[in-house]
């Protein structure tokens, strides 16, 4: 039996005699405290080896698993940035670049006519953002991701690598996470 399994088990034995709500909360307390290390096992993920910053280091462009994939231009995105999305990785929650910063707010303002006050907000708009997906395409199997700039526009040329949300987490600060090496630290060459 898996261990996280086994922890559940464990867990749902002790609650005989809680009430209803109390199950709950402790049901939920275990789910998010699992489901983060279950997800990651769902997906098997490369040693991140490469480091391009002072920032946690990112599994090696050569590693990358080959159902992710980078293109500076796709026709499917009007000739924009892309990441591809296939097979088990195609249910990511969301996709970033970043910069040797982690910075995936960038710049602090004007991209797409959005002020320092919208940018820097708490939540803001992908819009504002170059670094962040402007649209989604869902095909069978996978999950095109629409930049709104070229790899090669100036723009980009601070990105080194993609965070992959793969699961998000409410109220949780430990969402499973890809940090992916971009081709020689690069927006402008493509990756698998």
């Not at 303002?109 to 320092?116: F, I, M, Q, V």
């Not at 965070?163 to 940090?179: C, E, G, N, Q, W």
Request: glycine share 8%.
């Amino acid at each position: 039996m898996d261990h996280g399994l086994l922890i559940v088990d464990c867990v749902v034995s002790k609650l005989r005699g809680l009430s209803m709500r109390s199950k709950i909360v402790a049901s939920l307390v275990v789910v998010a405290t699992l489901f983060p290390a279950l997800l990651a096992k769902a997906i098997e993920l490369p040693a991140a080896r490469c480091n391009e910053s002072v920032f946690k280091p990112c599994i090696c462009a050569r590693s990358v698993p080959t159902e992710v994939k980078y293109r500076p231009r796709l026709a499917e995105c009007g000739g924009k940035a892309a990441v591809i999305l296939e097979g088990e990785w195609a249910g990511a929650f969301s996709v970033v670049f970043r910069d040797r910063q982690n910075r995936d707010r960038y710049p602090s303002s004007g991209y797409n006519g959005c002020t320092a006050a919208e940018a820097g907000g708490v939540a803001p708009p992908n819009r504002c953002s170059a670094f962040k997906v402007q649209k989604r395409i869902r095909e069978a199997g996978r999950v095109i991701h629409c930049f709104g700039n070229k790899g090669t526009d100036t723009i980009l040329a601070k990105a080194s690598r993609l965070t992959v949300k793969l699961k998000d987490v409410p109220t949780s600060s430990m969402d499973p996470l890809a940090r992916i090496c971009l081709n020689g630290f690069s927006a402008r060459r493509p990756l698998n």
